[in-house]
């Protein structure tokens, strides 16, 4: 069994006790041996630090400065087994990717192949089955890098774009947060990054990934042939796989819910469920990955991000109805109501309604919706459910 000596006689807060936490009282149980251990769920400022030797973090906490005393799960994982971790962020498609190099590496390798992180269960959940052969895929959100001092062997950084400002308050503190995926690797890891990230000063051997051949697969999109070429990179350069075999193995994997998934169709019009956008880039994306769209519903929680480029987009694309919901929809609006194909529905249900009306058979409707769920739906996967179910499929 794996054990963690660290935190051996040592007096522990949990900040924190959702999902995470739990786990968190767990691994100290099973694989520590603390002094004392004590659960939190307050403000930053109402800890007694000096009662603590250490205090781990949930994800989801607002914390502005670093503090050596504070550490988080990915941390304890990174201390433990960072040489068998391979690191995946980005704003969009870090689910996605950290699924197909997953999907490639367990069908192609001979040894034990895990997928944690942001994606899956917390990482402190699989810290016992880890031993020196296994390779870890962990999907790594901001919040989960946020204050992190060690990078993984292998860091993945698919692509940076405005997100998450209502956490962040700006976009160089969210860019901060996710460097820290690279910022302390050494000469002998490897990092891969996407052409729009900006330079970040590390160690690593760097790949800059840029452009990506068609792979041939079952989820549309030039976007997923680029998350599928960091997957053929470091298959093949990392773990010396035969390149027609990762190409074979990437060909059968079916894509995640609520990610452009095929949901149903009613009366000759196809569904489609993009859930998971939460940026106009992935709008985008969206609509130009299937040739069949026609109807676009945009909209939710309004964090203050730029909708310009989504605004653009819709002005010199005609061929598309696009449906503004909630409140960052009533934003987007307010620069597009002159547009004869631009409509505003104050939510979703009403908005599927429409768009059941507009658009014409052999045609699609997409729920991609530029925005986060928050405040309406429990999470973006409530919202694309309810999409379908409204829809009557």
Known sequence: MNR?????????????????GQSTQRFLNTCCSPRKVEIFEGKKEEIREEDYDYIIKSPGIVMAEDDPKVTSQTEIFLETFRKNVIGVTGTKGKSTTASLLYHVLSGCLDR??????????PCLNHFE????????????????LAHAKISPHIAVFLNLFEEHLDYYQTFDRYFAA???ITLYQEETDFFYTGENVPAIPTKAQTFVVDHAEDFGLKIPGAHNNLNA??????????FALDPPQVRERMKNFTGLAHRLQPVGEKNGVKYYDDSISTIPAATINALLALPEARTVLIGGMDRGI??????????????YIYLCMYESGKRIFEETKDLPNCYYEPELKKAVEKAGEVTEKGMAVILSPAAA??????NFEERGEKFAEYAGL
């Open 129 to 144: 089955e880890v031993d020196d052969d296994t390779v870890v895929v962990f999907e790594m959100s901001c919040h989960q």
């Open 4 to 20: 963690y000596p660290k935190f051996d006689d040592k007096s522990i807060l949990i900040w924190g006790y959702g999902r995470e």
């Open 229 to 238: 070429e960091f997957v053929f990179r470091i298959a093949t350069q990392q």
């Open 306 to 319: 730029d909708y310009r480029e989504l605004i653009d987009f819709m002005k010199q694309h005609p061929e």
């Open 112 to 121: 034990k192949v895990i997928l944690l992180g942001n994606i899956g269960e």
């Open 373 to 378: 769920s928050y405040g309406y739906f429990k």
């Open 178 to 180: 996710k460097q820290n």
